[in-house]
């Protein structure tokens, strides 16, 4: 499986930016996609997932300001954030992986990370 994100950069506080994630290689059905971040010195946080029937889960933090959506023909998930925060400043990994019954989505598989910087 390869993800490779892209759509980071630097954004003036209030600005907007979209991130994408193409994945391939994935032979699951229905993959879960994610984004996490990670600011400097903390562990790396859940951002917004969706499920493989189109639920979607969101830290508090954002709602209301970013969405996670997926196009399956084009094998991309996004993440579209607007009213960025100087917190928001991070590295942005997209995922993906199974869901199980039992545990949930399990993320199995993180693309490189891109970053973005709100200044």
């Known amino acids: 499986v390869q993800l490779v994100e892209s759509g980071g950069g630097s954004v003036q506080a209030e600005g907007s930016l979209r991130l994408s994630c193409v994945a391939s290689g994935i032979t699951y059905k229905g993959p879960c996609m994610g984004w996490f971040r990670q600011q400097p010195g903390k562990e790396r946080e859940l951002v917004a997932t969706?499920?493989?029937?189109?639920?979607?889960l969101y830290v508090d933090s954002v709602k209301g300001r970013f969405t996670i959506s997926r196009d399956n023909a084009k094998n991309t998930v996004y993440l579209q954030m607007t009213s960025l925060k100087s917190e928001g400043t991070a590295l942005y990994y997209c995922t993906t992986g199974q869901y199980w019954l039992t545990e949930g989505p399990v993320f199995e598989y993180w693309g490189q990370g891109t970053q973005v910087t709100v200044s």
């Open positions: 969706m499920e493989g029937y189109g639920r979607t």
